[in-house]
């Protein structure tokens, strides 16, 4: 496990360094720098903006300003903010933590949903509850996830109307969050997710669902699961034991891979709902172009991407022992 | 058929005019179209034919293993007189009588080693799956069954072996690892489609051994499909000969061997090479094969009559008329072909 | 010498089917997916005559007669006094600000504007150089009031269906043009990277990974900000299109890559090798075209997630920008109204339903060709 | 593409220069290795030795049967032959020319001479390409029967592996097996090859179609007086069609002679062993066979010296010690094993 | 003595003495620091701390006389109005129980004044570049020195007090810098101290924000029955993303108040309180909002003298007025509730306006045909194939107007002006660009800048002398119309604008003050340097859960609806 870990290390450096480098050039292409905004405030004086040139090293050419944050980002300083004057790691780290779970609880729901449906679909093939379960799926799919979400937040409001109810309608957290208990801060917190994550994880369930369903019958067409029922295993261990297992091996495979897309998909979500994660963040330091809160957080979701790929990794060669981590 | 049921020996299994369809987009496929034979209890019944001529299916219906749908079992019945003796027709029993007996009283292995076992478990677990399912043990006395098991086919280290996965073994030792599971419950009838087929001849020798070994040891019956003569030959008590769904010869193998009498097992006898004796020298003319003409058929689309006329070299106007019935030409030798007696009678004129 | 015997029962052809042929059988099966090819040509169909089918051109609305938000306009078949079937009409719209309820309220007074079947209206280029000034129907005078607003009036007052479906056309064509454009870089990239190998591979295949690993809407943001926002708004369009590419080969680029490097292994192209054709042939003849199939399928399954990509774009406000509209900018307008559009102007969110209609149309028919395709899937 | 008039050249050329019975082709010390990457930086950290150093010669109109177990390296060494794959070392001596070191301009035009036909009748055709397409292809690429010829020449091409001209514009998957492996015949006869290595041609085939296939072939080789090298598991076949027969294990030679003599008198202990497993359609016959243990070695690491002597039941100390060569142990007959007190 | 707040200030009386409990507001946007002089947002954490509630005077909502807060009685002036001597009220602490002294105005002065800093008050401490002096005269006295006479004296003395004991170390000990390091985001909300009403309890970033009562306040701010100020324990700001998140948390009771800007807004609001979803107070068009959009065109563009030309011709401008439909405007972009502006005063100002069309200032109303005439008369008589005016070589008049993207509201003016304009012929390229961007090309300075005409708004001023420091005068950077390098007016109106700008800003006298404004307004209309479009209307909501409103004839877009010392849970 030790050297996969080690070599999963030393692989990922040239990505992240190769991203790091996309990224920054990326930003240092768009038009005006990080004091472009500094210069139209009347409060910031010329000689303010000459110091703060050159202490970020801005009035060297590009690559140079790269090797210094690079060298700056190897001791964990990842820059300051323009936007708050501060650094800027932990500016991003709340959002990045807040972002985190809110594509965790998505990702388990997306699982959630998907697993039983897909399996359901597979064993019950083309029964009457696989093709409705599909078209509802297919109808989710259609949505931009933005749109079910208006939907889904006029309904609460609706349902609150109704029912007075608390059911939050954005944010993270209730105002008296701070005079919770910790396990009534947990259940806040959750009770906040619970709505987008799950939304997120319905819009997006068709795909896997549907991949989960091909995976299924694909197994459940060869000759080992001929095999176990040879032997005379119930149903419900051919299916769960026997095929399951083996289905979702590509699934494990895939998580890693789905994270970016998880945290792109949740981006939107965040926006809609309000809630404190990166992408909110993100849009506002675009306009605003705080160059290194940007790179920040794209870099820091690149290391996260690439620390959930070995992860998935790890977990596969745990399901799979034909894989070797060694 | 009953008249077959008189046999001398004890009936294990008597398939009686097995029907199992296929509904599929471009129609109905008759896999298997009226089977009927049957096996002793102790003997080796080959079966042999054309790929596609419902070989597997029969043997699946057997253990009720057909993918339904969209599969069926459309008629006939399965007499498996188990453990007891007492003939239960396996058509008609639930899926929770059935799931008893397979891997239990009939237990199966298959062609491919290589992909018959489940790659995420153990050999070990796997073995002992069928020994817990079965025998009501628990976890850890079903490992060292397994692992007896192991030892029993052959395989070296077994206690090591165990603990393997199948990927970390050959195709031989796969092989072996079914047939150890498929024995791990002692069944009264083992069915073998097709065990060695991937195997090389070197290996495939080891495991024909053992097979008779075993067979030697527990006395089971044994339903061995095969494409190959040789095998047939070597392992075989009787023969069933199939083609088209249908069953158009069966009988004693040395009668099949010797005196076919259906055009479809002369063919295919003729159109071997025997090892040895058909070696080429030098020199001499090469000698041709008897081949048979045309294509295997197409299931969908069978002909009217005999399944084999249009490639049948004796074909006369009847054969495409009706399908001609499994007459008995003697000795528990049938066949199914309005021209036998031409054949038995060139025979003995040949021989004469 | 043997020969084959004569097969009675199948009809001889003597033009070969080809697998595209038999796909195309099994697809017409397929009823789902032939709903969501008929479906998807209509759509397009309307897209590419939405200037004869919209009663109105793309941004014109009146400063005098203002109908902000009109809501549908019924359309009547019948007199109301008599109930006799008659020339459709709608009826004439007041409208009044509520000062109690703070709603500008539309009624329908007596009066009927009767409407007319292919009128003379706005010109317009179809495809870009057909010129034309008939539109299907409208209410042929410019009264003010007299407006067939089928899914009513946008915030400017302009009538919804008419940009409907002009947004259809860059909605229909950013996402198509966007995969096309990805799915040549990602074919030419993966071949490239089959093909040379060694460095060239490693190089493309890290790109490939360096791409993947950053969040798609954090690339798209920051490659979007690289460009000024008063660029213009049709080669703004371009640019989104272009990024959307860019983030978009990755994926394809790895399957052409696995792909050509096992058909490189199959036996007909060692048979081809065998015959002596050039390394040139075998790519054109008989690697590249076992993509086919596969492109083909992702082709049809990636649009959709383009056209959400694009409405989510839009959404943020970096999609189509006025005077362009697609079915993702029309939603961003109508949620900027936050919940009044849901409370008080459902049909400000019909665009949407169209998004829906089209994803889902291209998921049945992607789901049709694959299967199709699919062997396994055949008898 | 080829200048048509060299490769006419070139063609007219060897097909003078060797009669019947004449060398057609030489294997000297032939070696593939397959590299095997690991580790950090992927590098090589060992070499598969799918085919390591075999040599022998065919005649001009010889059938030479090349079998052995699976993994043996028949396939290998049928391909390396061919430059299909590049081999590691050694030399293909065609002809009198080294093929081996031809740049690839130059082989192209050995390709018209020396042709193959693959065991899995599915995988070798195009599926996007006609009949027509595919046997045409042959003929477009060294520029063959230009023009209208070219179709009755494929025409002709199909009534001659026993197909008729109609199929020619049908696609392989309309075919059964045994019709496609007659389709990837007419293919490799459509350049008009001097040699032919044939891949398990039948192995894939149902028992009633490998007579057909068998027989195909045995009368083309007859009447072109083709070269053939025939790679097969089936020891009875090889037997039938072969005039000599080279049994292979783990990359390595282990013995050569022609085919009866190789059946009622085989001087090594692994060809005693094939021909003892190999079943015998004959159920009066009961023989005691000699059941070799285990599996084949990974040619990874194979075993020192001998590479047999693992399941070799004659194995001696010395068997470890050094590599056989193969020896001429009577007329035509090689092997290459160290004790003659056995066999 | 304490501060009494007026009990006149409040329709509703806390008579039972209610205390306790959360007002909830909402912010739309991140907090980015908690320090005073860095802070530059709309809403910021210490303006709420401190910035009304702890000033030397505070402005009365019902005669907008300034009355004494920290400060113990009236300023004593001298010096022709230009010097200010200020008793403090004495036994005033800050939230740390540290008293506050007149050291505390004098550092904080000294930090606002530090161009390194870089303080938005920076300029408000200056008149005419002329620095405002303040001087210590002992603890609890001060002195302010003014360069001129200001009628905003008392308004530009009203800034909240920092600690000394924080800031004042902190700038001996590193200057600017260190101040500038002080009271981050990260900061523990323990450490910041306030003078004011409030002090910061808690903070999530991208959540809430939570002040709590300054437990000294209520030492010398009672109500008037003698209980301390404010009632409530907290005051918080939900930070939501835009408008629409604050309404739908407003709508389901998760904000004590809102803004509306929109029809739709009030609507929505009316619709709840209506279905009895919502226990609210709405009253729409309370006041006109002190905001205004407009457009300006650039007269500096030497490069293209023919637009240059164009631009400076006051007939083009009056043309201009004459096509902006600002009714269709207010229907179309606003929702059907808002003012039509005219002058650079807000509408809100009403005292003023009056005064200024009293006086004659004039209004260039929507009329197409006027505007075609003075078009005609500058040379734009033909039209040409597409429908466009073109002068006599053929040249279409046409000009790009730009506004920030995303301000829809701003991008429908824009639209309803283009093709208003289109229909006399006029070639308008509308394009929404880049805030920043957009800031950046209107404050530019030159003789070439790089604009032609910019759809913007501008909020701010007071209610004292209603003109825009920065706006008026030539040479200040909101002076968007003229800014060439010397910053000189080019036009003797500017000129005189200028002079009466500076005038009426040292004017005491409220009448005279307001005449020189009428006459400012005059100059302004004829010049037509900016053409003012429409402004909002201010609309008051609150959940009826909190009482403690001012009366509604004191509420307006200036004052508010409330004072939050005052508020307090039912
Ligand atoms: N799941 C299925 N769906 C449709 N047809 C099937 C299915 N399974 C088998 N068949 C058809 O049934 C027929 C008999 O198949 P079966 O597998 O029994 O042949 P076989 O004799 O075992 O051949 P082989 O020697 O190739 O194993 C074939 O034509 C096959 O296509
Ligand atoms: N491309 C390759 N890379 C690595 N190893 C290879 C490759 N091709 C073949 N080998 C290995 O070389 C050895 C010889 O393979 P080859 O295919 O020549 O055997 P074969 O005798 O043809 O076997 P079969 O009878 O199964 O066709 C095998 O161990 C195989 O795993
Ligand atoms: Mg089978
Ligand atoms: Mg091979």
């Given at each position: 496990m030790i050297p996969f870990l080690v070599r999963r290390f030393f692989q990922a450096i040239p990505t992240l360094f190769l991203a790091s480098v996309l990224i920054f050039f990326v930003i240092s292409l768009a038009?005006?720098?990080?004091l472009t905004p500094a210069r139209l405030?009347?409060?910031?004086?010329e000689e303010q903006l000459r110091n703060l040139s050159i202490s970020f090293g801005l009035d060297k050419p590009a690559y140079v300003q790269y090797f210094y944050w690079m060298w700056n980002m190897l001791h964990g300083d990842f820059g300051?903010?323009?936007?708050?004057?501060?650094?800027v790691l932990p500016v991003i780290w709340p959002r990045i933590v807040n972002s985190v779970w809110l594509v965790l609880l998505n990702l388990v729901f997306f699982y959630a949903i998907a697993i039983p449906i897909g399996v359901y679909g597979a064993v019950r093939q083309n029964s009457f509850g696989d093709k409705s379960i599909n078209v509802v799926l297919y109808f989710l799919l259609g949505f931009p996830s933005f749109f079910l979400f208006l939907i889904v937040i006029y309904f609460i409001l609706q349902i609150r109307n109704a029912?007075?109810?608390?059911?939050?309608?954005?944010?993270?957290?209730?105002?008296n969050y701070d005079q919770l208990s910790s396990l009534a801060k947990f259940w806040d917190v959750l009770r906040h997710l619970l709505i987008p994550a799950a939304v997120l994880a319905l819009t997006d369930a068709a795909g896997l669902t549907r991949v989960i369903r091909g995976l299924m019958l694909e197994v459940m067409r060869s000759d080992y699961i001929r095999t176990a029922r040879a032997k005379g295993v119930s149903e419900r261990t051919a299916i769960w034991k026997h095929t399951f297992r083996n289905a979702i091996l590509p699934i494990v495979a895939g998580i890693g891979g789905l994270l970016p897309g998880a945290i792109s998909g949740a981006g939107f979500v965040e926006v809609v709902y309000n809630y404190p994660g990166i992408t909110p963040m993100l849009l506002t330091a675009i306009n605003a172009q705080d160059l290194y809160l940007i790179a920040g957080f794209t870099v820091i979701s690149t290391i996260l991407l690439i620390v959930g790929n070995a992860l998935s990794d790890i977990l596969l060669a745990v399901v799979d022992p034909r894989i070797k981590v060694g | 058929m009953t008249d077959h049921a008189t046999n001398k020996a004890e009936v294990l299994l008597a398939v009686n005019g097995l029907k199992t369809y296929f509904n599929t987009d471009d129609g109905v496929v008759k896999?298997?179209?009226?089977v009927t034979f049957h096996i002793n209890k102790g003997e080796t019944l080959a079966v042999v034919g054309?790929?596609?001529?419902g070989k597997s299916v029969t043997s699946l219906s057997i253990m009720r293993l057909i993918p339904m749908p969209p599969g069926e079992i459309a008629g006939g019945e399965i007499l498996f007189s188990g453990t007891n003796g007492q003939p239960r027709d396996i058509v008609k029993l639930s899926e929770a009588e059935m799931r008893k007996i397979r891997g239990n009283d009939i237990a199966m292995i298959f062609q491919e080693p290589m992909t018959s076992?489940?790659?995420?478990?153990t050999v070990g677990d796997q073995i002992a799956e069928a020994v817990m399912l079965h025998q009501d043990k628990n976890r850890k006395d079903a490992m060292g069954a397994a692992t007896d098991m192991l030892r029993f086919v052959g395989i070296p280290a077994p206690e090591k072996r165990?603990?393997?996965?199948?990927?970390?073994?050959?195709g031989g030792m796969r092989q072996r690892v079914m047939i150890a599971m498929a024995l791990s419950c002692n069944p009264a009838l083992l069915i073998a489609?097709?065990?060695?087929?991937?195997?090389d001849v070197t290996i495939q020798a080891q495991i024909l051994d053992l097979m008779r070994k075993l067979q030697k040891d527990i006395g089971m019956s044994i339903l061995f499909i095969t494409h190959n003569l040789g095998v047939v030959a070597e392992m075989a008590d009787r023969v069933v000969v199939m083609y088209g769904g249908r069953v158009v010869e069966e009988g004693d193998v040395i009668e099949i061997f010797k005196?076919?009498?259906?055009p479809y097992t002369m063919g295919l006898l003729n159109s071997i090479p025997r090892p040895g004796v058909d070696a080429h020298v030098p020199g001499t003319p090469r000698a041709r094969l008897e081949a048979i003409p045309?294509?295997?058929?197409n299931p969908l689309n069978?002909?009217?009559?005999?399944?084999?006329e249009p490639r049948?070299?004796?074909?006369?106007?009847?054969?495409?008329?009706a399908v001609p019935a499994l007459e008995d030409?003697?000795?528990g030798h049938m066949a199914r072909c309005i021209r036998w007696q031409e054949f038995a009678k060139a025979d003995h004129e040949v021989s004469a | 010498m043997t020969t084959t015997a004569p097969q009675k029962k199948v009809k001889e052809r003597s033009l070969g089917q080809s697998q595209f042929s038999v796909a195309w059988g099994q697809f017409r099966k397929n009823r789902l997916a032939k709903t969501g090819g008929v479906g998807l040509i209509l759509i397009y169909l309307m897209a590419l005559f939405a200037p004869f089918l919209a009663?109105?051109?793309?941004s014109s609305y009146s400063t005098t007669d203002i109908t902000r938000f009109q809501p549908p306009t019924p359309v009547h078949f019948?007199?109301?006094?008599?109930?006799a079937l008659t020339r459709p009409y709608v009826n004439k719209f007041s409208q009044q600000l509520?000062?109690?309820?703070f709603v500008n309220e539309y009624k329908a007074t007596d009066e009927k504007c009767p409407i007319y079947f292919g009128v003379r209206g706005a010109s317009y280029k179809i495809l870009?150089?057909?010129?034309g000034n008939l539109?299907?129907?409208?209410?042929?005078?410019?009264?003010?009031?007299?407006?067939?607003f089928l899914i009513g009036g946008e915030a400017l007052g302009r009538d919804l269906l008419t940009r409907t479906l002009y947004a259809s056309q860059i909605s229909l064509t950013i996402g198509v043009g966007a995969v096309l454009a990805s799915t040549i870089i990602g074919l030419f990239m993966g071949a490239l990277a089959a093909f040379f190998g060694g460095i060239v591979d490693t190089v493309v295949m890290r790109l490939v990974e360096v791409i993947s690993a950053i969040p798609y809407l954090f690339l798209l943001l920051l490659l979007r900000s690289v460009?000024?926002?008063?660029?213009n708004p049709i080669f703004a369009l371009y640019v989104i299109l272009g990024i959307l590419a860019f983030i978009g080969w990755g994926g394809l680029a790895r399957v052409t890559r696995g792909q050509l490097l096992s058909v490189r292994e199959q036996d007909f192209v060692s048979a081809a090798r065998a015959l002596g054709a050039s390394d040139n042939r075998v790519m054109w003849?008989?690697?590249?075209?076992?993509m086919t199939t596969y492109i083909i399928v992702t082709l049809s399954l990636s649009i959709p997630g383009f056209i959400l990509l694009e409405s989510g774009l839009s959404f943020l406000g970096i999609g189509a920008v006025e005077p362009y509209v697609s079915w993702g900018s029309l939603l961003a307008q109508a949620q900027e109204g936050g919940l009044s559009s849901l409370?008080?102007?459902?049909?400000?969110?019909?665009p949407g339903f169209f998004i829906v209609f089209t994803v889902g149309c291209f998921q049945l028919l992607g789901d049709g060709l694959r299967d199709a395709f699919d062997p396994r899937k055949r008898q | 593409m080829t200048a048509p008039v060299a490769a006419r050249t070139s063609a007219a050329d060897s097909r003078g220069m060797t009669q019947k019975g004449e060398t057609l082709l030489e294997v000297r010390n032939l070696e593939k290795y397959f590299p095997i990457r690991g580790g950090l930086l992927s590098?090589?950290?060992?070499?598969?030795?799918?085919?390591?150093?075999i040599s022998f010669k065919l005649a001009r109109g010889e059938v030479v049967g090349l079998v052995g177990e699976s993994g043996s390296g028949k396939t290998t060494a049928g391909r390396a032959i061919l430059r299909l794959i590049e081999p590691t070392g050694g030399e293909v001596i065609f002809n009198g020319t080294d093929?081996?070191?031809?740049s690839k301009g130059q082989m192209r035009d050995y390709r018209r001479e020396m042709q193959i036909i693959f065991q899995d009748p599915f995988a070798s055709?195009?599926?996007?390409?006609?009949v027509s397409d595919i046997i045409g292809e042959a003929m477009q690429i060294h520029n063959?029967?230009?023009?209208?010829g070219r179709i009755d020449r494929i025409a002709e091409l199909l009534q001659k592996v026993?197909?008729?001209?109609?199929?020619?514009?049908?696609?392989?998957?309309?075919?059964s097996g045994g019709q496609r492996q007659r389709i990837g015949i007419a293919r490799a006869l459509a350049v008009d090859p001097?040699?032919?290595?044939?891949?398990?041609?039948?192995?894939?085939?149902?028992v009633s179609i490998q007579a057909q296939v068998v027989n195909l072939m045995q009368d083309l080789q007859e009447e072109l007086g083709l070269t053939v090298l025939f790679i097969a598991h089936d020891l009875a076949v090889v037997e039938y069609i072969c005039d000599r027969i080279i049994v292979m294990y783990l990359g390595r030679i282990m013995e050569i002679a022609p085919s009866h003599e190789l059946n009622n008198?085989?001087?090594h202990p692994y060809t005693e062993a094939l021909l003892s497993a190999a079943p015998v359609p004959d159920p009066t016959i009961k023989r005691q066979r000699i059941i070799l243990e285990g599996d084949i070695p990974s040619p990874i690491n194979?075993?020192?010296?001998?590479?047999f002597r693992t399941r070799?039941?004659?194995?001696?100390?010395?068997?470890?010690k050094v590599v056989p060569e193969l020896r001429?142990?009577?007329?035509?007959h090689f092997k290459a094993c160290i004790r003659d007190d056995v066999l | 003595a304490p501060f009494v707040y007026p009990a006149?200030?409040?329709?509703?009386?806390?008579t039972a003495n209610k205390r306790g409990g959360e007002f909830r507001n909402y912010a739309l946007s991140d907090f980015k620091t908690f320090n005073p002089f860095t802070s530059a947002e709309a809403t910021s954490i210490p303006g709420t701390e401190a910035?009304?509630?702890?000033?030397l005077f505070t402005q009365d909502p019902r005669n907008n006389e300034f009355i004494p807060k920290m400060a113990a009685g009236p300023a004593v002036v001298s010096n022709n109005n230009k010097r200010f001597v200020v008793k403090i009220r004495p036994g005033m602490k800050f939230s740390d129980g540290q008293p506050i002294t007149a050291d505390d105005w004098i550092t904080t002065w000294k930090i606002h004044t530090?161009?390194?800093?870089?303080?938005?008050?920076?300029?408000?401490?200056?008149i005419n570049d002329k620095p405002i002096t303040i001087k210590k005269i002992d603890d609890l006295t001060l002195q302010f020195d003014f360069p001129s006479q200001s009628s905003t004296a008392l308004s530009i003395m009203s800034f909240a007090p920092w600690p000394d004991h924080v800031f004042g170390k902190a700038y001996k000990a590193g200057g600017a810098e260190a101040v500038k390091k002080l009271?981050?985001?990260?900061?523990?909300?323990?450490e910041i101290v306030s003078a004011g009403m409030w002090v910061l309890d808690s903070y999530k970033a991208g959540e809430r924000a939570v002040l709590k009562a300054n437990?000294?306040?209520?030492d010398w701010n009672k109500d008037s029955?003698?209980?301390?100020?404010?009632?409530?324990?907290t005051y918080s700001f939900k930070i939501v993303p835009d408008l629409n998140a604050g309404l739908a948390s407003y709508l389901a009771g998760q904000l004590d108040t809102f803004a509306p800007s929109k029809a739709d807004d009030l609507a929505q609001i009316k619709k709840s309180i209506d279905a009895g979803n919502l226990k609210a107070f709405l009253k729409a068009n309370v006041s006109p909002n002190s905001t205004s959009s407009w457009i300006t065109f650039n007269w500096n563009k030497s490069a293209d003298p023919a637009k240059q030309a164009l631009f400076r011709d006051v007939r083009f401008r009056r043309a201009m007025s004459h096509i902006a439909n600002r009714d269709a405007m207010i229907k179309l972009a606003l929702g059907g509730l808002g003012s039509e502006v005219?002058?650079?005063?807000?509408?809100?100002f009403k005292d003023q306006t009056d005064a200024g069309i009293k006086a004659g200032a004039p209004e260039y109303k929507y009329d197409l045909a006027q505007a075609s005439k003075l078009l005609a008369q500058i040379g734009y008589k033909k039209k040409n194939a597409d429908g466009y005016l073109v002068d006599s070589?053929?040249?279409?008049?046409e000009f790009n107007l730009a506004t920030n993207a995303g301000n829809t509201v701003r991008e429908q003016l824009g639209q309803v002006f283009r093709d208003e304009a289109k229909k006399v012929g006029v070639k308008v390229n509308f394009t929404p660009i880049d805030f920043n961007a957009l800031v950046g090309q209107l404050t530019a300075k030159g003789e070439?800048?790089?604009?032609d005409a910019i759809l913007l708004g501008l909020s701010g001023g007071t209610?004292?002398?209603?003109?825009g420091v920065n706006v008026v005068?030539?040479?200040?950077?909101?002076?968007?119309?003229n800014n060439p390098t010397d910053g000189k007016c080019l036009t003797s109106q500017e000129q005189l604008m200028t002079k009466e700008y500076y005038q009426g800003d040292a004017e005491l006298n409220t009448a005279k003050r307001l005449a020189i404004g009428a006459q400012l307004m005059k100059n302004e209309g004829e010049l037509q340097p900016v053409i003012y479009l429409v402004g909002t209307n201010y609309h008051v909501t609150y959940n009826t859960r909190v009482g403690g409103q001012y009366t509604p004839e004191m509420m307006?877009?200036?004052?508010?609806?409330?004072d939050i010392g005052l508020t307090f849970i039912k």
């Open positions: 038009p005006g720098d990080f405030n009347p409060g910031i004086s300051t903010s323009f936007q708050y004057t501060q650094p029912t007075g109810w608390d059911i939050p309608l954005g944010g993270m957290t209730s105002n | 896999s298997v179209d009226g054309e790929s596609g001529s076992l489940n790659p995420v478990y165990v603990n393997e996965y199948p990927h970390q073994m050959s489609d097709e065990p060695t087929t991937a195997l005196a076919p009498r259906h045309g294509n295997v058929p069978l002909p009217p009559g005999c399944a084999f049948c070299k004796f074909a006369v106007p009847e054969c495409s008329k030409t003697g000795g | 009663p109105d051109s793309l019948r007199d109301p006094q008599t109930g509520n000062m109690d309820t870009g150089f057909i010129p539109h299907l129907y409208g209410t042929g005078n410019d009264q003010a009031g007299c407006n067939v460009f000024p926002q008063n660029i003849r008989h690697m590249l075209p076992t409370n008080s102007r459902p049909w400000v969110l019909i | 590098r090589v950290v060992g070499n598969v030795k799918a085919v390591n150093d093929v081996t070191k031809l055709l195009n599926p996007r390409m006609t063959l029967n230009p023009g209208k026993g197909l008729r001209p109609e199929h020619m514009r049908r696609y392989p998957h309309e075919f001097l040699f032919i290595v044939a891949d398990e041609p039948v192995s894939a085939l149902d008198n085989p001087k194979p075993p020192s010296g001998c590479v070799c039941r004659y194995a001696i100390d010395d068997c470890a001429e142990v009577s007329p035509n | 006149a200030w409040t329709a509703e009386q806390n910035d009304t509630s702890a000033t530090d161009d390194k800093v870089g303080s938005n008050s920076y300029d408000t401490f200056f009271w981050g985001l990260g900061t523990n909300p323990s437990k000294y306040y209520g029955k003698g209980n301390p100020v404010p009632y409530l324990n005219y002058f650079s005063v807000y509408p809100i070589k053929g040249k279409v008049l070439n800048r790089p604009f209610n004292i002398w209603p003109f005068p030539c040479g200040t950077n909101l002076h968007s119309y307006d877009a200036y004052y508010g609806a409330r």
